[in-house]
């Protein structure tokens, strides 16, 4: 049972990922239990690991024992956590040719600010494997060495706005997806299709979408638009602020950029997006549209 409240959430329907589906399914010995988790999701380079990282330091604040899991190949999903680039489980496990048992928990689990640790699972190299396999050896390795047994909120960061089997993966764990766009055609458009995503991993899976978080946006006004016509929610909204930009060079988190009072506005931002999340969120089950419904939708003639 997840440990998240659903309100009125549909029953998760057992059986396949979908007619003639290829997609990875997830061991059930590998299941994460007792901790909160969720799955950032959003058109590639539309901030989902500042998103990611910034909420990960909200929970911390809030005095949760966080997880992040970056899913992306590039590993720089917890930069600005720890400051640096850590090796990815890909890589560590390579260096022991695979023999997972020699590794320690220190080998691949990296602690950040606040104490959030940290762990990117990376990817096979381009066009030769799957990335859902790696996430699932990443959560086994984890559960091996017994790292989520004192954690209260797992947040996996999932690379760009790739929707196939494989990095749809990391919705076979969650309890809910948190999309992140902009208030434009392109990542809204994006969004449609992570919905329809979230929507076939729901019919076997406890996955429920959270909401949206507007994200480098002055305005939200195209976003509420297809909010409205499609049933979701905007959970938060994180205007283009030039500390974010800092803070990525910086390689820190926007908690650590002093107290001017821009910076300040948008900490409580996070944080009251951490405690919402935490609290429990309603399942939603927005429909989606076709592709050039959202086309006559957004935007002026």
């Known amino acids: 049972m997840s440990p998240l409240d659903v309100k009125g959430s549909p029953p998760v329907l057992k059986g396949e990922d979908g007619e003639g589906?290829?997609?990875?399914?997830m061991d059930q010995s590998i299941k994460i239990d007792g901790a909160k988790v969720f799955a950032v999701y959003g058109k590639g380079g539309i901030g989902k690991s500042t998103t990611s990282s910034n909420l990960s330091a909200a929970f911390s604040k809030l005095g949760k024992r966080v997880l992040q899991i970056g899913c992306d190949p590039k590993h720089d999903s917890t930069f600005t956590l720890t400051g640096r680039l850590v090796p990815t489980v890909i890589d560590t496990l390579k260096?022991?040719?695979?023999?997972?048992?020699?590794?320690?928990?220190?080998?691949?689990?990296?602690?950040?600010?606040?104490?959030v640790k940290c762990v990117e699972a990376g990817g096979p190299p381009a066009g030769t494997g799957c990335g859902g396999?790696?996430?699932?050896?990443?959560?086994?390795?984890?559960?091996?060495?017994?790292?989520?047994?004192?954690?209260?909120?797992?947040?996996?960061?999932?690379?760009?706005?790739?929707?196939?089997?494989?990095?749809?993966?990391?919705?076979?764990?969650?309890?809910?997806a948190l999309?992140?766009?902009?208030?434009?055609?392109?990542?809204?458009?994006?969004?449609?299709?992570?919905?329809?995503?979230?929507?076939?991993?729901?019919?076997?899976?406890?996955?429920?979408?959270?909401?949206?978080?507007?994200?480098?946006?002055?305005?939200?006004?195209?976003?509420?638009?297809?909010c409205k016509e499609v049933g979701?929610?905007?959970?938060?909204?994180?205007?283009?602020?030039?500390?974010?930009?800092?803070?990525?060079?910086?390689?820190?988190?926007?908690?650590?950029?002093?107290?001017?009072?821009?910076?300040?506005?948008?900490?409580?931002?996070?944080?009251?997006?951490?405690?919402?999340?935490?609290?429990?969120?309603e399942g939603l089950a927005p429909k989606t549209m076709e592709d050039r419904d959202i086309f006559e939708l957004l935007g002026f003639d």
């Open 95 to 115: 260096d022991v040719d695979f023999h997972a048992e020699e590794l320690r928990p220190e080998d691949f689990v990296y602690e950040g600010f606040n104490g």
């Open 21 to 25: 589906s290829t997609q990875v399914k």
């Open 179 to 226: 999309i992140v766009t902009a208030n434009d055609f392109d990542s809204i458009y994006a969004m449609n299709r992570i919905i329809a995503a979230v929507h076939a991993k729901s019919k076997n899976y406890n996955v429920r979408l959270a909401g949206c978080v507007a994200n480098r946006s002055k305005d939200t006004n195209e976003v509420d638009r297809y």
């Open 232 to 281: 979701f929610s905007r959970v938060a909204h994180l205007p283009d602020l030039d500390a974010i930009r800092r803070s990525r060079l910086k390689k820190k988190t926007l908690f650590e950029m002093g107290d001017d009072e821009d910076v300040v506005a948008v900490q409580k931002e996070y944080i009251r997006l951490a405690d919402l999340l935490w609290n429990g969120t």
């Open 133 to 176: 396999y790696v996430v699932g050896q990443t959560v086994k390795l984890l559960k091996q060495h017994h790292m989520l047994e004192d954690t209260d909120v797992v947040i996996f960061d999932v690379l760009g706005d790739v929707v196939c089997g494989g990095f749809a993966a990391p919705l076979q764990h969650a309890d809910r």
